[in-house]
């Protein structure tokens, strides 16, 4: 296989020289950065990383690939998808874009058509396309609105073990948070949620007795063993700022699991005291945070003939300097929530830098899409480069940011147990047998 002018090694011990790393995704290796990135060459045994070295310095007797500046990246996390909702756009689009739309018809597509084979086949498609372009490790949301949630766990736990040498997966059951005090409903989706190892999930909205809820979710999770993993404040509307009663709940509980919460778009719109005052909450009560940055831009502030105002993303500067633990994902694909996408990290590394300043200084950019999801999802052992893990890496042409980030980085090469695999993405009429049935 072909690298620009240079060629991949296929033996079983070779070295990548010359080679451009960005530091934060390192273990056992440092040396002079700039903008956050470190010259080294990298020395593959088999399926491992066996060294890093400085650049130059790889045995001279070993096969070799000059990667001439190229970046070299670990393989991706994708810590917030929708793997049971991908790809119904051709069946079921969003007419007018809204979040409204967005839930209605989502909701008319998943009782008409969300059988087994309906969304393993949608589920596949962008498996294939999320290791195509260089992820390990994916956390979906399924929809656990009954009868649903026996049909997609089940799925979903056959196919975690179908791939489970070419992408991690994790699952977390979103369910309808006004069901937690319905005791037979939400006793049944936390046992099937434990049965097949998943977490506790929903979507936050100002309900009656919300603080009721939230008590009884955190205790339904500690007892029974389970992290949580929230949809908060997806909207535009100020007042519903449910990230500060998580965040109470959470110390008042005790709870001593990992909780994550997505979107967060309302608290970008508060005041600063109000600002303030939530992100510490956050911070002291150790809770992790993703931001859904493209997904985000496409639902929020979005009215009929009128060019939005705002972006839409929670304030992940701030979270980030206070302390929190922060990541970017890819959201939904090609669905009523988010008409485009294709699971690509890099696309998704790439929007982010744009549309949240992460750049000057861009020094640590690299770990939003490798080393803290893959922390906050408990799997240290993916999203970073170092010796004695396995060689599953994203090689670039581009040298520097500006060159990573201003192409799609379509010639890229993904490696994965040491070898180059086959990049070719699924086709789009793939899904024609079940897209197409109407």
Request: proline share 6%; with cysteine.
């Amino acid at each position: 296989m072909t690298y620009g002018f240079t060629r991949v090694p296929q033996e079983e011990r070779f070295a990548l020289i010359n080679a451009t790393l960005p530091s934060v995704t390192l273990e056992g290796f440092a040396a002079p950065a700039k903008d956050g990135l470190v010259s080294a060459d990298i020395v593959i045994a088999g399926r491992m990383i066996e060294t890093v070295l400085p650049a130059g310095s790889a045995p001279l007797d070993l096969p070799r690939t000059d990667l001439r500046n190229g970046m070299i990246f670990p393989c991706f996390v994708d810590m917030h998808t929708h793997l049971d909702k991908g790809h119904v756009w051709d069946r079921r689009a969003n007419p007018d874009g809204t979040f409204t739309g967005a839930l209605d018809n989502v909701r008319e597509d998943r009782v008409a058509h969300w059988s087994s084979q309906d969304i393993r086949a949608r589920m596949e498609f962008s498996l294939r396309a999320a290791f195509a372009h260089g992820t390990k490790l994916i956390r979906t949301h399924l929809d656990s609105v009954p009868p649903q949630t026996d049909i997609s766990f089940p799925l979903f736990a056959e196919i975690q073990q179908e791939w489970k040498d070419r992408i991690v997966l994790q699952a977390v059951a979103l369910l309808p948070l006004d069901s937690v005090l319905d005791k037979p409903v939400f006793d049944a989706i936390v046992a099937t949620t434990r049965k097949y190892g998943g977490l506790l999930g929903g979507a936050t909205r100002i309900l009656p007795d919300f603080d009721k809820i939230l008590d009884a979710l955190f205790r339904s999770a500690a007892d029974n063993g389970l992290d949580i993993d929230l949809h908060v404040d997806e909207t535009e509307d100020r007042e519903v700022l449910t990230l500060e009663a998580i965040a109470d709940a959470k110390r008042r509980s005790g709870f001593q699991g990992s909780v994550t919460v997505g979107h967060c778009c309302s608290l970008a719109l508060q005041d600063e005291e109000t600002i303030k005052r939530v992100i510490g909450k956050v911070a002291d009560a150790d809770i992790s945070v993703v931001s859904l940055p493209m997904c985000n831009m496409y639902l929020q502030d979005r009215h009929a003939g009128r060019t939005p105002r705002w972006r839409g993303p929670t304030l992940f500067q701030e979270l980030t300097a206070a302390g929190v633990s922060t990541a970017v994902a890819s959201d939904n694909t090609r669905d009523p929530f988010y008409a485009y996408g294709d699971l690509d990290a890099v696309e998704v590394l790439r929007e982010s830098v744009r549309i949240l300043h992460l750049d000057h200084p861009i020094d640590n950019v690299a770990r939003i899409v490798t080393t803290t999801p893959a922390n906050i999802l408990g799997r240290t052992d993916i999203g970073r480069i170092g010796p004695g893990l396995p060689a599953d890496l994203v090689m670039f042409n581009a040298r520097r940011w500006s060159e990573l980030l201003s192409r799609p980085q379509a010639d890229r090469i993904v490696m994965r147990n040491g070898k180059a695999i086959d990049r070719c993405l699924p086709d789009y009429r793939d899904l024609d047998p079940i897209l197409m049935k109407e």
